[in-house]
Each structure stands twice: as C-alpha cells, then as structure tokens.
Nanobody, 114 residues
Framework: QVQFVESGGGLVQAGGSLRLSCAASGSTISMNAIGWYRQAPGAQRELVAG???????NYSDSVKGRFTISRDNAKNTVFLQMNSLKPEDTAVYYCNGWTVQGIWGQGTQVTVSS
C-alpha cells in the first residue's frame, strides 16, 4: 500500500513562499492521481490541489493563482509550491490519493504569520 511522507513546512511571514514535497513509497507515484490537502485547527480536512496521472491539475478557489502542484516522476515525488501565503493558509498539509485516499501520513505544519 502506498505510504506518503510530507515535508517542507515551516513558519513564514504573510506574502512569503514555501515548497512542500510529498514522497511516496510502495507505489510509483506516476501511476496515481495525487492531491494535497490541509487541515486547520478546528476545521475539516480539505482538498486544495490535485494532479492527475496525465498532469491535469485542479485547485480550490482559496489557493487558485497562488499554489502550483507538480510532479517529478523520476523522484517519485509531488510538490506544492505555495506563493503569496496568507495567515488563513496556516494548517497541517497532507498528500494522498486525489480520488481515493489511503493511509494518511503525519503531514507537515505550515504557519503563516501576519
């Protein structure tokens, strides 16, 4: 079964950027549609970006134009480039299947200060 490990989070000021990485083991990531999710304190987990096997991407309205999802199949990794970060982007970020989710990883904390 696919296992995901997220990294790249941290503390950044509003307007800054971060690049998150999602490494997969147990499966070739190019064979899967992958999504980036986030969960803020007291809120439900939400999908913010997805990339299909063919490279088609989709974004939630809250991050469209600021976040970019991409994949490096040679490294079995999916990235989330986050620009123009806002305090409301503060959350734990996870990656998992876009349409069918497996085991959730630990996530990576992103904190945006105002």
């Amino acid at each position: 079964q696919v296992q995901f490990v997220e990294s790249g989070g941290g503390l950044v000021q509003a307007g800054g950027s971060l690049r998150l990485s999602c490494a997969a083991s147990g499966s070739t990531i190019s064979m899967n549609a992958i999504g980036w999710y986030r969960q803020a304190p007291g809120a439900q987990r939400e999908l913010v970006a997805g990339i299909s096997k063919g490279g088609r991407t989709n974004y939630s309205d809250s991050v469209k134009g600021r976040f970019t999802i991409s994949r490096d199949n040679a490294k079995n990794t999916v990235f989330l480039q986050m620009n123009s970060l806002k305090p409301e982007d503060t959350a734990v970020y996870y990656c998992n299947g876009w349409t069918v989710q497996g085991i959730w990883g630990q996530g990576t904390q992103v904190t945006v200060s105002s």
